[in-house]
């Protein structure tokens, strides 16, 4: 039988005709490692117009995932077609080494009560792991980049530059201390940033409380009477009792209506549009109404805090809304990002009632020695006992939850270090009109990334850059133990610490 294709001028290929890339594809990878591939173009690039991708570091945590190799994937393709184009683009790839996410890895393997030395050394250990997995599977798929020369953010010289760094930004007015409500997880012991916050399902306490006005004449006056018929309560709604021992104030809107209602339980004092809704939850029909007026009248009212053997101002913020409740708020200004503003106005005391676990501090009534969670029950009771609970109906909705743990976080205040977005305290610019003008200036691809990022920049509050943790940088700042305050020579201490972690990292 005649073989039809030797009849034809065709031309020979010396490569097979199946492609058997499950075998084929690893050895030319190594065969490019071998030859040095990424080096030889650095070479011929040399002397061409430079092209930096930088790259955002992935965690040092974990087998690689979809996500991973779309990100690097992706990066490769512009690195590479950039150096067809006639650039030279070195790619220098990276790893973030320190964080949480490594800390917990440790902790599940060998415990929480380690000794810090011993710790940091076994979180420095499994990085390194984790760096030498995800370099191989880096290089499986075929991404080209110095990889004998990686960046690590654990690398001593690294960790000396962010030590300075985050100096410069202290000597530029830029860094603050501060004690600031903050999304604090007891589980992790530790803050969180807006990132690490997701929201979950819950069912709270929903509580109706009385404060009882203490200055009756001066309620009168408010509403145009002479004296008041019974004993007068400003009624807050809240959904986290276990905020009560640290309450402050109780806040009104200062452009809001607010009546006077006389009932069987005393006259409550309540938002105009709230009142029928409050009213129906306390099982009460009004016998008469008085008012309304505006917030701003009742400022400064003293109220007797319900737990407490204190007076607590009548307040006025921009932050209390008819959406629910009676539109008084309960105001703790260790406990609420508007409550701590709110508290800076009126000269509020920052209480600090429990320690990193939220456990209350033994010395805290009713409640000392409780994790918040169980003195919710507690506290609603002890209201009960004294008359001041209105309401207590259970409500359904949506909760912070650490996106690690999936166990509900509070806010609290803490000393924490922040990067000041608006006022630098020097005749330096604020960072965030900076920030809003870079973003301007970029290009983005697509374009929604410029959207949200300038959304982010837009509403984001000071940034907090401390985490009470033992695997990362250290903030390199000597404090006075009472008042506070940075010693004199900050700089050229942080510049001594630098140059120790220079040499042995941050075990220094």
Known sequence: ???????????????????????????????????????????????????????????????????????????????????????????????????????????????????????????????????????????????????????????PETEAGILRTLVRIWEAGYLKPGLKPVNWCPECGSALAEAEVEYEERTSPAIDVAFLVQDEAGLARCFGLNVLPAPAFAVIWTTTPWTLPANQAVAVHPELAYELVQTTRGLLLLQ???????????????????????????????????????????????????????????????????????????????????????????????????????ANAVLVEALAERERLLAHVPLQHSYPHCWRHKTPIIFRATPQWFIVMDTPGTEKPALRPLSQKAVAETRFYPAWGGARLSAMIDNRPDWCVSRQRAWGVPIPFFVHRQTGALHPETSSLAEKVALAVEKEGIEA
């Open 272 to 374: 105009e549009s709230l009142r029928a809704g409050a009213l129906l939850r306390y099982g009460l029909e009004a016998q008469h109404v008085w008012g309304p007026v505006k917030g701003a009248i009742l400022e400064h009212l003293p109220l007797q805090h319900p737990l407490a053997e204190r007076t607590v101002p009548l307040v006025c913020g921009e932050h209390v809304t008819v959406e629910a409740g009676t539109g008084l708020v309960h105001t703790a200004p260790s406990h609420g990002v508007e409550d701590h503003q709110v508290g800076l106005r009126y000269g509020l005391s920052v209480d600090q009632l429990m320690d990193d676990r939220a456990v209350f501090l033994p010395e805290v009534p009713l409640v000392g020695g409780l994790k918040v969670w169980a």
């Open 1 to 155: 039988m005649t073989d039809y294709k030797d009849t034809l001028n065709l031309p020979e290929t010396p490569f097979p005709m199946r492609a058997d890339l499950a075998r084929r594809e690893p050895r030319w990878l190594e065969t490019w490692q071998q030859q040095k591939r990424y080096r030889q173009l650095r070479d011929h690039c040399q002397g061409r117009p430079r092209f930096i991708l930088h790259d955002g570091p992935p965690y040092a945590n974990g087998n690689l995932h979809i996500g991973h190799a779309v990100n690097k994937i992706l990066k490769d393709i512009i690195v590479k077609s950039r150096t067809l184009s006639g650039f030279d683009a070195p790619y220098v790839p990276g790893w973030d080494c320190h964080g949480l996410p490594i800390e917990l890895q440790v902790e599940k393997e060998h415990g929480r009560h380690l000794p810090s030395a011993r710790f940091r050394e076994l979180c420095r250990a499994y990085a390194t792991t984790q760096v030498n997995q995800q370099k191989a599977d880096f290089i499986r798929l075929g991404v080209m980049a110095d990889w004998d020369h990686p960046y690590l953010t654990m690398n």
